[in-house]
Nanobody
Framework: VQLQASGGGWLQAGGSLRLSCAAS????????MGWFRQTPGKEREFVAA????????YYADSVKGRFTISRDNAKNTVFLQMNSLKPEDTAVYYC?????????????????WGQGTQVTVSS
């Protein structure tokens, strides 16, 4: 499956941003979808995940209550709504697809990755 992330940008702390990730090439509902982020010199870290039917989500503690992951299976798209953004949320955000079992935080479980979109939050 090919993944194309978009929606990143620059904004001030406290603002909101919505990331999108469009999937193509394979049946979207076969995949658990996740968002990860990475800053220079650090490992890619888990942000949020959603199961195939959108009935289950999971978040990193650092974003819980501020970020919301959702998916539109009719449009083969997963979203990440980010509110109350902080400077520490600055990173390249990646969407990923996992065709296996529910292991949302396990980076190696994800089979496909998008190209990333930059989010920069200034103080």
């Amino acid at each position: 499956v090919q993944l194309q992330a978009s929606g990143g940008g620059w904004l001030q702390a406290g603002g909101s941003l919505r990331l999108s990730c469009a999937a193509s090439g394979r049946t979207f509902t076969n995949y658990i979808m996740g968002w990860f982020r990475q800053t220079p010199g650090k490992e890619r870290e888990f942000v949020a995940a959603i199961n195939r039917s959108a009935s289950r989500t999971y978040y990193a503690d650092s974003v819980k209550g501020r970020f919301t992951i959702s998916r539109d299976n009719a449009k083969n798209t997963v979203f990440l709504q980010m509110n109350s953004l902080k400077p520490e949320d600055t990173a390249v955000y990646y969407c990923a697809a996992d065709g296996g079992t529910w292991r949302p935080t396990t980076r190696d479980a994800y089979d496909y990755w998008g190209q990333g979109t930059q989010v920069t939050v200034s103080s």
